[in-house]
């Protein structure tokens, strides 16, 4: 029989209370598994308060979107963390339905959802209040329209990633540093039309600043307004500038009045010097730097076995 007597020989020992709080320590799939054992285990195993953190990561190639659509039905306004990374066939209409059922939600990872646009994140601003991080990775159709939203929605928010959304700009950015004065960390890798405008935008209205990651296009007097503004002496502790072309060793003089920076990644800046991040070190004592030096050309040999060269990156 596929439901055991609701009467089984657990559900009589243990009281209802504890069988909750045993649920509530199992992932998705044990869960799933404990609501066949019986009626009884099925209503409590599948009772929203069981479901307050939910991860789909291992299941993105199987999830579609009534199953998103279900979940938010059945959880309410008692999910919290959702992460849904990677299951490219969820899109609009799933997450609309996930904004009108869960209104708590706290933590939503869309990382990769391609099929997610500008429209899907406009439902979440209406109707989720308390969202505090949000992953957008590679969401190719989000645009400023997205972050205009959240900025208008989301005030308690903390954390964001639009890495590789494309058609974010700084006015974008802008828009979500004005109404999101609470962002600690930000992070834009590939975005090519982020740019110094953006950062100073963020170090002008978000003093919580604590991790800057991959603005590419920023330049040394970004990083100059940067410093100077009130995030740099009190929070800022994580810069990362992989890939930043544009920046000098000026940007390393700029960043010594950064006194609880505590990490810096300079990989693939050509630009930046040992010499600039030595004076970086002799005022900043405890910084991590991790720079990239790429290794000199040896000179053609003539004969004789050729010599090896080291080609690592440099912790230094």
């Known amino acids: ?32 598994r404990c609501a066949q054992v019986s009626k009884y285990w099925n209503l ?6 069981n479901w307050q953190k939910i991860d789909l990561f291992d ?11 279900n979940i938010s039905q059945r959880c309410g306004g ?33 990382s990769d959802c391609k099929k997610i646009t500008d429209l899907a994140i406009q439902s979440l601003s209406k109707h989720c209040p308390k969202l505090s991080i949000v992953y957008l990775e590679s969401c190719v159709n989000i645009s400023d329209c997205s972050l ?14 639009i890495s590789w959304c494309d058609l974010v700009t700084e006015n974008g950015v802008e828009a979500l540093a004005r109404g999101c004065p609470k ?54 502790s994580v810069l990362e500038l992989d890939n930043c072309p544009l920046i000098t060793d000026a940007t390393l003089d700029h960043l010594i009045s950064c006194h609880n920076l505590q990490r810096i990644e300079l990989y693939d800046c050509q630009l930046i010097t040992r010499s600039a991040i030595g004076r970086l070190k002799n005022h900043l004592p405890n910084i991590k730097v991790h720079a990239y030096f790429a290794p000199v050309t040896p ?8 010599p090896r060269y080291c ?6």
Request: charged share 25%; aromatic share 6%; proline share 5%.
């Open 1 to 32: 029989n596929y439901f055991l007597d609701p009467e089984d020989e657990i559900s009589k020992k243990l009281p209802k209370e504890i069988l909750f709080r045993i649920f509530s320590y199992l992932d998705v799939v044990s869960l799933c």
């Open 44 to 49: 409590l195993a599948l009772d929203g308060s």
């Open 59 to 69: 299941f993105q190639r199987d999830i579609e979107g009534p199953v998103i659509e």
């Open 78 to 110: 008692f999910l919290k963390l959702l992460s849904l990374k990677g299951c490219q066939s969820v899109g609009d209409q799933s997450i609309r339905t996930l904004a009108q059922h869960c209104h708590n939600i706290e933590y939503l990872d869309l």
């Open 148 to 161: 205009k939203a959240i900025s208008d929605g989301c005030p308690s928010l903390t954390e964001i990633n």
């Open 183 to 236: 962002i600690k960390k930000f992070s834009s890798k590939g975005c090519k039309q982020v740019n110094d405008r953006a950062v100073i935008c963020l170090a002008t209205y978000c003093p919580n600043i604590e991790t800057l990651s991959h603005c590419e296009l920023i330049t040394d007097d970004g990083i100059r307004q940067l410093a100077a503004g009130s995030c740099a002496a009190e929070s800022l």
């Open 299 to 306: 000179p053609p040999t003539t004969g004789g076995p050729r």
């Open 311 to 316: 080609r690592c990156c440099e912790i230094l």
